[in-house]
């Protein structure tokens, strides 16, 4: 079904599912140094948490999308929510490293279920700039998740430890379980539901692939991903170990930094209903290669920890300002396939991270040009895809 009314109440209810995925990875950063002591490893094999975290997105991702298109949208929203109590209380629980990765892996298959779902569901209610108002509104929620998660892992010793934030998490898993419940109609009929046949899924999977668009916008979308989590990787290293900033702060000038990408959130939605969608989305690139380029100054003449931190926000406005029309666009020109244009784009990211695992490993740790660099030249590969066949095709179509 698609309406033409915005109904607030409803979409920040969708939106508040995507806050499991960044409250399942930022304040896990900040803590990495107890987990590891309190299960007794090396802080540089905990600190793979987050790949294993990319790993369960990816799949749930990939498996949530096109499984919502044929049974309907609230029954899997549902089920991950469940799934993801017994995951963080799994991880929160675990005795040893290869637990705690296995509550890690199932955290982030389950977080995905609920946020690709959602996103499709949005898709479900709304088309044309309602859809990118509906998609902006609904990352009010979860922007605030971007920057309070570094925040929570920061203090988090100061009142639990990081076992208690696994039963925080499944216990707001559990309040949203019960909202949604009780609350959230399920968008998709089932005369609208898609036959769930492997030959189908496949068919609806080889139509996206198909769409040269689409493909070029999994590249940026993989490319965005891929400078995100660099930042994510190395940039706690260098606020510690070269600006000497305490473990316990660096969730502090992380959330900081997720301001930003908040801020961007918004202004991605605004720029996709003022002018084109395309066109926020070749700002946001611009923005995250002008931060690139301030990141590797801020290297090379030595500009100092300001120009660094203000390289890092500078960044995460452009990642918050790709959030809303990259997924507009991907959801928008297939909508009997939004469940799996949704995933395969998210996927897209979550998979190109977890491969890139090893790569973050020889980014330059010790300075700003490690992550500037990074950003810098997976920006310009996003422009490349932007100009050479997203905006080329689109306009060969009209």
Not at 127 to 155: C, D, H, Q, V
Not at 264 to 289: C, E, H, N
Request: proline fraction near 3%; aromatic fraction near 10%.
């Amino acid at each position: 079904m698609t309406e033409n009314k915005l109904r607030t109440g409803l979409i920040l209810l969708i939106g508040a599912l995507g806050v499991l995925q960044p409250f399942s990875l930022d304040p896990y950063l900040a803590n990495i140094k107890f987990i590891a002591e309190d299960l007794n490893v090396a802080q540089t094999l905990i600190a793979q948490n987050l790949t294993a975290l990319t790993l369960g997105i990816t799949i749930g991702t990939a498996v949530a999308g096109p499984l919502s298109d044929a049974v309907g949208r609230k029954k899997p929203i549902l089920f991950a929510l469940v799934g993801y109590m017994a995951a963080a209380i799994l991880a929160s629980s675990a005795g040893s490293v290869e637990l705690f990765f296995a509550g890690r892996i199932l955290q982030g298959i389950f977080a995905a279920c609920a946020a690709v779902v959602a996103n499709a569901m949005l898709r479900d209610l709304y088309e044309g700039k309602n859809l990118i108002k509906a998609l902006g509104r609904a990352t009010l929620l979860m922007g605030t998740a971007w920057f309070l998660g570094p925040i929570f892992g920061s203090y988090l010793q100061s009142f639990t430890d990081w076992r208690g934030l696994g039963f925080m998490l499944a216990a707001l898993a559990g309040c949203l379980f019960l909202a949604v419940a009780l609350k959230l109609p399920d968008t998709m009929s089932k005369e609208q539901r898609t036959k769930s046949t492997a030959k189908e899924v496949a068919n609806r999977f080889g139509q996206l692939l198909k769409d040269k668009v689409f493909i070029g916008l999994v590249v940026v979308q993989a490319s965005i991903s891929i400078s995100l989590f660099g930042y994510l990787n190395v940039s706690p290293f260098v606020y510690s170990d070269v600006y000497g900033i305490d473990a316990t702060q660096v969730g502090l000038y992380l959330s900081i930094n997720s301001i930003g990408a908040y801020t961007g959130a918004q202004l991605g939605s605004y720029l996709s209903m003022k002018f084109r969608p395309q066109t926020a989305l070749l700002v946001s690139l611009s923005i995250g290669a002008a931060a690139g380029l301030l990141l590797v100054a801020t290297a090379v003449f030595n500009l100092g920890f300001i120009a660094f931190t203000t390289g890092l926000a500078i960044f995460t406005l452009g990642f918050g300002t790709s959030f809303t029309p990259l997924l507009g666009m991907a959801m928008a020109s297939h909508p009997e396939e939004a469940g799996t244009a949704a995933a395969v784009i998210a996927v897209s990211g979550t998979l190109a991270t977890t491969i890139a695992g090893p790569y973050y490993a020889v980014l330059d740790h010790k300075s700003a040009f490690g992550i500037g660099v990074n950003d810098l030249v997976l920006m310009l590969l996003g422009f490349v895809m932007m100009f050479a066949i997203v905006n080329k095709r689109m306009k060969a179509t009209k």
